[in-house]
């Protein structure tokens, strides 16, 4: 085949290539976008900016919920700590002001919360060694009270059983 041949099948438009003729194989023009003023592009740039924004806090704070879960047998004595000293700041200044030094604020401090916690626990123990004794009769006292409830769940029990045999006879083949 020669030069010749072949541009002649191109002129009639024979020639194929893989598949193609010649009119697919020409280069299709892209759409080009209208024109877009300066303006409208810098609010089409800030509404994806905005987006990808949303998108970043959004991964950030499952990440942070996820490290603090993971990190919550540290960070609980950690939080506790730092508010027990934000609470507790404003009496140690105000010790300090009257001369006493902080170390010796903050030992007082701790030797009253101490005290104020065991002086409630003494004088729970009477009313909860007292209720602890008394369960079993309250106990039986629920238990009496919620037995005149269990007779109309028990007739309620006993119908609706009734009720599903009546509708497996009634659809069962004869």
Request: charged share 15%.
């Amino acid at each position: 085949m020669d030069v010749t041949h072949i541009r002649t099948l191109v002129s009639i438009g024979n020639v194929t290539w893989r598949g193609h003729s010649e009119s697919s194989l020409k280069m299709k023009r892209p759409k080009v976008p209208p024109k877009l003023t300066q303006y409208q592009l810098i609010e089409d740039l800030d509404a994806r900016l905005r987006s990808i924004r949303v998108a970043l806090v959004g991964i950030f704070l499952i990440i942070l919920v996820g490290l603090v879960y993971f990190a919550r047998d540290f960070l609980l004595p950690v939080v506790l700590a730092f508010l027990l000293a934000l609470t507790l700041s404003p009496i140690v200044r105000f010790m300090q002001k009257r001369r006493v030094a902080p170390p010796i604020s903050a030992l007082f401090i701790v030797l009253v919360v101490l005290s104020i916690f065991c002086t409630g626990i003494f004088f729970l123990s009477g009313p909860v060694t007292e209720w602890v004794s008394q369960a079993p009769e309250i106990s039986r006292k629920i238990q009496h009270k919620l037995a005149v409830l269990k007779s109309p769940v028990n007739a309620v029990v006993t119908a609706s059983e009734q009720v599903g045999n009546i509708a497996e006879s009634a659809s069962a083949p004869d």
